[in-house]
């Protein structure tokens, strides 16, 4: 321990000053809007007026149940495609079975904001403006996934596709029995890397969502701080933005292992 | 298919039977308190009557509201019976051939169009048609910190001439042992809105063929000689402490303003509600006329208007008509003004009993309403009316920043007017065709 | 079995049987792709070779004509130039702040998970909350650092609506939101780095200071290379605090290449332009893709 206290004074200090604006904008937040520009971190006296008026005058529930719905469904579609595709392109030879592993690893070189134009376009065409559709379909299936789900299920040994051949089951079975169960840790970090991926998303709900009800929880940010005519109240901005923020930081603190080797399986993922 | 046709006119007949109401949907921009005020005209006339019914969606600022709408008429559908769009959309909403102009609904109706006030009306007639419903009009506003006008020994009074404001404001910094400011003079957000309406105020034209409104608008005129002085006083005084430059978040401005760090601010009428909240009874607060360069001519009216679109059956025009009409009733231009500052575009309205009441209660509503009262109806203060606005308003306020950086006013705009000219070309050439 | 005759029936029949269950288990993803990637890509194509009128009446067919008056247009190329500026503004400032994380949490000792959890967090934090607390932070009239810095006696500075402070103030904004993203993928590959090498490099006499330059830091620029190609890629691309913060401005000192295609769509009305501007950016933005995929040499590590 006494070899070791520089490091812990370091890096305490450097996570302080890392959180410094998140502590900044919690104080912000429990602030009365009177006190909003009196200096210190600390507010002067402790109060909830900015969390009641972003829960009352706006439907911050709605945003963030959008948020959730839009995630969870979404992680849910590219679980379930990339877990199909990458079982049959590893699996089961075809014709053109390079070619579509070549299509995704292709596609996995297009980053998602330079085709929100065009993609955008369509949607309209679709008359899926300012629906969940629009916000889900685009990103139920992913490049990555199926890319990560494919190298991973081709390296489980073959011994256990042939024990549940022999058992007599068929596709759908070894994906069920073999595959699920043993790409069980690429699929849970694929799951925690989609989830926070489109929790996160900016741009394409911005220009594809006009009612408020279909408005998710990051765009809300966006209206809420640049209303038309209207005058910022930052503790009300401040705590709607935590709100915002808790549910990915309560699941980042509970799923961290995920997180981790999601990100870290992204990143390395030559 | 022919199950289908009958199912659905035994509905229909059945629905009407029942009484049911025609829908239509109405787009809007307005947030916060202005949008709770929008909300409750809506519910009013949905309970005023029951033949129509008004389905009003918030769809963000007015720049997604018009991106909305320009997605859905490009798709051809999904389109809203009644948008509002603000004031620089005037010419692309008259171009567009989508809107069924508001004179001739008027006329169908026998309604006359004389009732309204002359600016408002004037800044959404196109080539000698109104085709907008001016519903949240605004004007430019000075703004006042009484308590700070007080300790510098200022009397307050209506009209400014610029350089009275640059005095006044020299007068109202405080500055500390070391010289630094502590009370700004003046505080006014970079937008191009307030470079507009000092041309017009000083008699000068923002764009040609006097403000595009004799004939279609070929290229802008902001280099003036108005807005030049403008701009350069502003940096100026910027350069001395005693102007403040907050960029151009207006509401960064208004808290300077509120906290009492600014003397005087700019904004619209509209903001009245909001800034007094803000200000929170902290010192007393007075409104005055903008500023002119020499002589006052009349400020253009700003905010937003309703147009009514074309390509529904005719039910639902009619429904959208009724709706429009029931939003010109002085009743409702009352409540509407009451509750959010914007002007009344009816005559009449300041009669009515309730309004007469909040204006003495808050004599500061009364100032816009005055100084449009005491401007001058002439092509000047009509406001400019030209295409593609939104990206040449993006120049204007760029040459701002710039001046702010030290350029000299006239260089700054008239890079900005190349540059702008461009556009408006671009523009005019899409609609020829 | 080999067989030198064709397939038998049963065979083929069998070959079918296997080759329409490969396709329909790949249709699902590749159906969405086709429709969400592929399909709007050519739309963007097509749609960038065509002049438009207003509201997307009277599309003329004009060939390149776009793309020439894009490589001829000056704002074009300032947002290039904007964007290749900030690139190299967060790409240091992320892989440093990054790698000072890592470094003070790759080996295990009591209490490095809490520091753990404290510096991956902002990869928790999503783009517009990390916004607003900056924009709070910065404030020019509430903000917490223009106290800080008059209460030392220096003066406020106009972080945001500055043209020469916003740009770096983003970057700065973007490399923190960036950290925790960097510090894990850092960590990963310290702890790649085989023991035994360490091991030698210590017995042999070196100190942590010349173990760090002479060893570890050669092993992991590898890693430190690629992580730093990510972060160049998602650096091209950041959107949400300039939307939220800056809008593009002061003087247009923030807007990014993609900010100038989010403009002239959605605020000049200009979508056959603005396409043709966003075509150009995904070209630079394969080749580098490209480029990182190729130095990966395909194969994966799962740590």
New interface residues.
């Given amino acids: 321990m006494r070899r070791r206290w520089p490091l812990y004074l370091l890096a305490s200090l450097y996570a302080f000053l890392l959180s410094l604006p998140l502590l900044v904008l919690l104080s912000a937040s429990l602030r009365a809007p009177e006190d909003l520009f009196t200096p210190g971190l600390l507010p002067p006296k402790v109060s909830l007026e900015g969390y009641r008026a972003a829960l009352t005058d706006y439907p911050l529930w709605r945003y963030l149940a959008n948020s959730l719905l839009v995630a969870s469904l979404a992680t849910l579609g590219v679980l379930l495609t990339s877990l199909l595709a990458g079982y049959a392109l590893a699996r089961i030879p075809f014709r053109g079975q390079r070619a579509f592993f070549g299509l995704a690893v292709a596609l996995l070189l297009v980053p998602g904001e330079v085709t929100f134009l065009p993609l955008y376009l369509l949607v309209s065409r679709l008359d899926w403006l300012d629906t969940y559709q629009a916000l889900i379909l685009p990103f139920a299936a992913s490049p990555l996934g199926v890319f990560l789900l494919r190298q991973y299920i081709k390296t489980i040994p073959e011994d256990y596709f042939d024990a549940a051949r022999i058992d007599g089951a068929g596709h759908l079975g070894l994906i069920r029995h073999v595959a699920l169960p043993l790409a069980a840790p690429a699929l849970g970090a694929l799951a925690a890397l989609t989830f926070i991926g489109t929790w996160n998303m900016y741009l394409w709900p911005l220009v594809v969502t006009q009612s408020k009800e279909m408005q998710t929880a990051q765009i809300a940010i966006n209206f809420i701080l640049n209303e038309a005519d209207a005058v910022a109240r930052w503790n009300v901005v401040a705590a709607a933005s935590f709100l915002v923020l808790l549910p990915t930081l309560l699941a980042f603190l509970l799923a961290q292992r995920a997180f981790v080797k999601g990100i870290a399986l992204g990143g390395l993922k030559g | 298919m022919r199950k289908l046709v009958t199912a659905s006119l035994a509905a229909l007949v059945l629905g009407t039977a029942l009484g049911q109401k025609v829908q239509i949907t109405f787009?809007h921009?307005?947030?916060?308190?202005?949008g709770e005020a929008t909300e409750a005209l809506v519910q009013d006339f949905n309970r005023s009557q029951n033949r129509y019914e008004v389905k009003s969606?918030?769809?963000?600022?007015?720049?997604?509201g018009i991106?909305?709408l320009?997605?859905?008429?490009?798709?051809g559908?999904?389109y809203p019976h009644v948008i509002q769009v603000y004031d620089i959309g005037a010419r692309?909403m008259a171009?567009?051939g989508?809107v069924v102009p508001l004179e001739d609904l008027a006329r169908q109706k026998g309604f006359n169009l004389d009732s309204l006030v002359p600016q408002p009306r004037n800044y959404y007639t196109v080539e000698g048609k109104l085709f907008g419903l001016p519903f949240n009009s605004s004007n430019p506003l000075l703004y006042f910190n009484m308590a700070a006008f007080q300790e510098a020994g200022l009397a307050f009074k209506p009209t400014w001439s610029l350089k009275d404001l640059e005095e006044a404001a020299r007068k109202l910094t405080k500055k500390d042992a070391s010289g630094?400011t502590v009370r700004y003079g003046l505080s006014i957000p970079?937008d191009s809105w307030f470079v507009e309406q000092f041309s017009y105020n000083s008699g000068q034209y923002f764009c040609n063929n006097e403000n595009g409104r004799k004939a279609r608008a070929t290229a802008v005129s902001f280099d003036n000689e108005a807005a030049v002085a403008f701009l350069d006083t502003y940096a100026r005084l910027v350069r001395e402490g005693v102007a403040a430059?907050?960029?151009?978040?207006?509401?960064?401005s208004?808290?300077?303003f509120s906290?009492g760090?600014a003397a005087i601010a700019s904004y619209?009428t509209?903001?009245l509600t909001?800034?007094l909240?803000?200000v929170?009874g902290r010192f007393p607060v007075r409104t005055a006329f903008f500023p002119y360069l020499k002589e006052r001519n009349g400020v253009a009216i700003g905010g937003a208007a309703l147009y009514v679109l074309k390509g529904f059956p005719a039910e639902e025009t009619e429904a959208a008509w009724a709706f429009v009409r029931f939003l010109l009733e002085p009743k409702t231009q009352g409540k509407w003004h009451i509750a959010t500052g914007y002007f009344p575009v009816v005559k009449g309205v300041d009669g009515l009993p309730e309004v007469r009441q909040a204006h003495v209660k808050n004599p500061n509503f009364t100032t816009a309403i005055q100084q449009l009262a005491t401007s001058k109806v002439n092509t000047a203060s009509a406001g400019c009316l030209m295409g593609?606005f939104?990206?040449i308003r993006?120049y204007v306020?760029?040459a701002w920043?710039?001046v702010l950086?030290g350029r000299p006013a006239r260089e700054a705009l008239a890079e900005a007017k190349a540059k702008a000219d461009q556009?408006l070309a671009r523009?005019n050439a899409?609609?020829a065709? | 079995m080999v067989r030198a005759s064709p397939l038998s029936a049963q065979a083929r029949a069998r070959k079918r049987k296997e080759e329409a269950w490969a396709l329909g288990l790949v249709l699902p993803a590749f159906g969405l792709f086709f429709l969400f990637y592929v399909v709007p890509l050519g739309q963007a194509v097509w749609l960038s070779l065509h002049q438009e009128g207003l509201f997307g009446r009277d599309l003329r067919f004009s060939g390149l004509e776009n793309y020439r008056q894009a490589l001829a247009d000056p704002a074009l190329w300032k947002s290039v130039k904007t964007t290749l500026l900030f690139a190299a503004l967060v790409v240091p400032l992320e892989l440093l702040l990054g790698l000072l994380a890592a470094l003070l949490v790759w080996r295990p000792y009591p209490g490095v998970a809490l520091f753990r959890t404290l510096f991956f967090l902002t990869t928790a934090v999503p783009t517009a909350v990390a916004a607003v607390a900056w924009g709070w932070f910065l404030h020019p009239v509430g903000g917490y650092l223009n106290h800080l810095l008059k209460g030392l006696g220096l003066p406020p500075q106009p972080w945001l609506t500055s043209p020469d402070l916003a740009l770096p103030t983003l970057a700065v904004i973007t490399a923190w939101a960036g950290v925790g993203f960097t510090a894990i993928l850092l960590t990963a590959g310290l702890q790649n780095i085989p023991e035994e090498v360490l091991e030698a490099a210590s017995v042999d006499g070196a100190g942590p200071w010349t173990r760090f330059w002479k060893v570890v830091l050669p092993l992991l620029s590898p890693t430190l290379f690629l992580v730093g190609l990510l972060v160049l890629l998602k650096s091209l691309t950041a959107f949400g605090q300039i939307h939220l913060l800056t809008r593009g401005g002061p003087i247009e000192s923030t807007t990014v290449w993609i900010y100038r295609v989010y403009q002239d769509a959605f605020f000049n009305f200009r979508f056959a332009y603005a396409a043709a501007e966003g075509l150009l950016l995904f070209l630079l933005l394969v080749v580098l893709a490209a480029l990182q995929f190729r130095l990966l040499g395909g194969r994966v590590h799962y740590a």
């Fill in positions: 787009w921009s307005m947030g916060g308190v202005l969606q918030y769809v963000g600022s007015y720049d997604d991106n909305k320009l997605a859905a008429l490009r798709a559908r999904g692309i171009d567009s989508a630094k970079i430059n907050t960029g151009r978040n207006w509401s960064d208004q808290s300077l906290q760090q619209s509209a903001s909001g800034v909240r803000q929170g593609s939104p990206e993006q306020a760029a920043e710039e950086r556009a523009y899409s609609v065709r």
